[in-house]
Every structure is written in structure tokens, then in C-alpha cells.
């Protein structure tokens, strides 16, 4: 099975930073991998899918990039709805599998 | 509009079984693979299982197999999740998912 490895797990950052998280994969997952958001008590949602393209309606502070096994999602400048937890997902071999997750904060 | 509406989830027996539902409408269900993926209390997402848009392909994560049936019923634009031997860690919220759209979850809880 394909390990994401997630850091960090969690981090707290003031309104207009720079944030970026980052997940690195057992092995390669070619460009099959996209980052999710989930607010307390909502669905997950999908902010970016193959590997740096962003979903319609995201806004553009969120960025992705990465290859091969090492993936990072970036938020340009942290706003106050940003606080959330988010995730990527690797759906290139079965199982697919999440990270552990990173907990993002407003200080 | 996609949505995607999740049934089924209730207060269950250890050791006992459920089946959840997930209800889709808004596109061509039978031409999406479609998953399954948890949440329990206090911990990350979890990826259960997958199924191709035939029907013909499922997978599942090892946590599950042999206690998990993914299925699906073209005709009536709904997929299946059947749980047997259900165990605490089995608690959670569960969403059916075609990944860029979401169902609102359905609540399991495993009793001891």
C-alpha cells in the first residue's frame, strides 16, 4: 500500500501569511493526487486535483505543485475562512490513501 | 445540480450489520466510479472502498475487506455499502463520494 506522509500536522499562522503543507508518498503516484478542505461538521471539498490544477470556484491563493513523490499545496495569503483541515489524496494505486491530515489556524 | 444523499447510518451492535445507501442525481450516475470515505471522532479521513461505474470492479481498504461490500444499482442512480462484523473503530462518519462532489455523511455508531 502507498503511505502519504503529511507534515505538518498541524499549524497556526497569522491573516495574510504564507502557509504551505506538503505530502510525500511511499512511491511514485504520478500526477494522481488532489487536496481536499473540511470545516468542522461539513463535507470535505476538493481544492485541487491532478497534482496543481485548481477546481472551479477555489480561490487562487490556493496553489498546488510537486512530482513524482513529494507534493505541496500552498496558500498565498491566509484568510480567516482558511481555517480548516486539509488533506491529500493519492487515487493512483488501490488502496487509495489520505494523509493524516494538517490542521490550519488563524492566530 | 450533483448531489449526493447518504441513508442508513444509526446506532448499531458490535458485531452486527448495516447497510448504507447514497441516493445520486444531477449527472450520468453509470458512467462515474464512485467511493466510500469515512470520518471517525477525532481522526482523519479514510478512503473504504471504490467501485468502477459498471459495477464490475470494486476495491477496498485493507481495514475492511472481507467485511465491506461495495455495490451498485445503475438503474436506480444508488450505491450500496453493506457492513458486516461492524467493530467500534467502524464508528464514523460516512460519505459517498465521486470527488469533486460530496454527500453531507451518514452517522454509524458501533455500541459495545
Known amino acids: 500500500d502507498i503511505q502519504m506522509t503529511q507534515s505538518p500536522s498541524s499549524l497556526s499562522a497569522s491573516v495574510g501569511d504564507r502557509v504551505t503543507i506538503t505530502c510525500r508518498a511511499s512511491q511514485g503516484i504520478r500526477n494522481d493526487l488532489g487536496w481536499y478542505q473540511q470545516k468542522p461538521g461539513k463535507a470535505p471539498k476538493r481544492l485541487i486535483y491532478?497534482?496543481?490544477t485548481l477546481e472551479s470556484g477555489v480561490p487562487s491563493r490556493f496553489s498546488g505543485s510537486g512530482s513524482g513523490t513529494e507534493f505541496t499545496l500552498t496558500i498565498s495569503s491566509l484568510q480567516p475562512e482558511d481555517s480548516a483541515t486539509y488533506y491529500c489524496l493519492q487515487h493512483n494505486y488501490y488502496p487509495w490513501t489520505f494523509g493524516q491530515g494538517t490542521k490550519v489556524e488563524i492566530k | 445540480e450533483v448531489q449526493l444523499s447518504e441513508s442508513g447510518g444509526g446506532v448499531i451492535q458490535w458485531g452486527g450489520s448495516l447497510r448504507l445507501s447514497c441516493t445520486a442525481s444531477?449527472?450520468?450516475?453509470?458512467?462515474?466510479?464512485i467511493s466510500w470515505v469515512r470520518r471517525a471522532p477525532g481522526k482523519g479521513l479514510e478512503w473504504v472502498a471504490a467501485i468502477s461505474y459498471s459495477g464490475t470492479d470494486t476495491y477496498y481498504a485493507d481495514s475492511v475487506k472481507g467485511r465491506f461490500i461495495i455495490s451498485r444499482d445503475n438503474s436506480k442512480n444508488t450505491l450500496y455499502l453493506q457492513m458486516r462484523s461492524l467493530r467500534a473503530e467502524d464508528t464514523a462518519i460516512y460519505y459517498c463520494?465521486?470527488?469533486?462532489?460530496w454527500g453531507q455523511g451518514t452517522l454509524v455508531t458501533v455500541a459495545s
Open positions: 491532478g497534482v496543481s
Open positions: 444531477g449527472f450520468t450516475f453509470s458512467t462515474f466510479g
Open positions: 463520494t465521486i470527488f469533486n462532489y
